[in-house]
């Protein structure tokens, strides 16, 4: 089963040092390294994550959740499509709160031993806990 990791902010500048660290995060040895944003509309630049931030409406919440399927159970051949899994992941929760759900997001399997998907996510207002049975 996947692990999903999650908290938010409601400052516009720290959803975009979020933007800045997802698409730069070191690797292993230090290395500056470039990935590439993606959005449900396919890849975006940096400039357009931020426009997104920028124009989010009053009281919106930014959440910054890592999505990481288990190595030894689901990705033991590193070969999902962590792109597609998560634009899945995010249609579903956009019907689950119904609300319209606007976010970013890169691929890290670069920097540890298991590949996992940040991603930035706006929502106008809040989210509420789920249950197990809910998902």
């Known amino acids: 089963m996947a692990i999903i990791k999650a908290n938010y ?3 516009a500048a720290s959803a975009k040092a979020s933007i800045r660290y ?3 995060r070191p690797g292993k040895e ?3 390294i470039t990935r590439a944003l993606f959005s449900s509309d396919g890849l975006v630049g940096r400039y357009q994550a ?3 931030i920028d124009s989010a409406a009053e009281g919106s919440s930014f959440f910054r959740f ?3 399927p288990d190595p030894n159970k689901e990705d033991t ?3 999902l499509s962590l792109r597609d899994i998560t634009k899945m992941t995010m249609d579903t929760l956009e019907e689950r709160i119904g609300k319209p ?3 970013v997001a890169a691929v890290h399997a670069d920097h540890a031993p298991h590949r996992h998907v940040h991603i930035l996510a706006v929502v106008e207002g809040r989210l509420y806990c789920f249950t197990k049975e809910m998902i």
């Open 9 to 11: 902010t409601k400052k």
């Open 22 to 24: 997802i698409e730069h």
């Open 30 to 32: 230090g290395e500056r």
């Open 50 to 52: 931020y426009d997104m």
């Open 66 to 68: 890592v999505m990481s």
């Open 77 to 79: 051949k590193q070969d």
């Open 101 to 103: 759900v606007s976010w």
